[in-house]
């Protein structure tokens, strides 16, 4: 297992940008595929982004060419660099974690998950 710890969520403006991080312990985190959730009051949590171990990356389309994800695994954490933030963007923001090469976009093949940080963008 490995522990995640979320950081970096707050209001901002529409326009606006914020990046959040985790913070893995307790395993390897080289060898886990990372993720990035986010779960709207009264939504299905949905896939935002995710990194494999070498760096390949994938987007929802919703957030493709403004959010980027990124991973430092000397410093065991994960980003999510958020930029040109819309309303629809609000919502909880998870992180998680899979001890596989390849991220994927199906929260179920997560096994590792943060308690979330609040992202809340204002009109």
């Known amino acids: 297992q490995v522990q995640l710890v979320e950081s970096g969520g707050g209001l901002v403006q529409a326009g606006g940008s914020l990046r959040l991080s985790c913070a893995a312990s307790?395993?390897?985190?080289?060898?886990?595929?990372m993720g990035w959730f986010r779960q709207a009051p009264g939504k299905e949590r949905e896939f935002v982004a995710g990194?494999?171990?070498?760096?390949?990356?994938y987007y929802a389309d919703s957030v493709k060419g403004r959010f980027t994800i990124s991973r430092d695994n000397a410093k065991n954490t994960v980003y999510l660099q958020m930029n040109s933030l819309k309303p629809e963007d609000t919502a909880v923001y998870y992180c998680?974690?899979?001890?596989?090469?390849?991220?994927?976009?199906?929260?179920?093949?997560?096994?590792?998950w943060g308690q979330g940080t609040q992202v809340t963008v204002s009109s």
């Open positions: 998680a974690a899979r001890p596989y090469p390849v991220a994927t976009m199906f929260a179920t093949a997560y096994n590792n």
């Open positions: 307790g395993r390897t985190f080289s060898n886990y595929a």
């Open positions: 990194i494999n171990w070498g760096g390949g990356t």
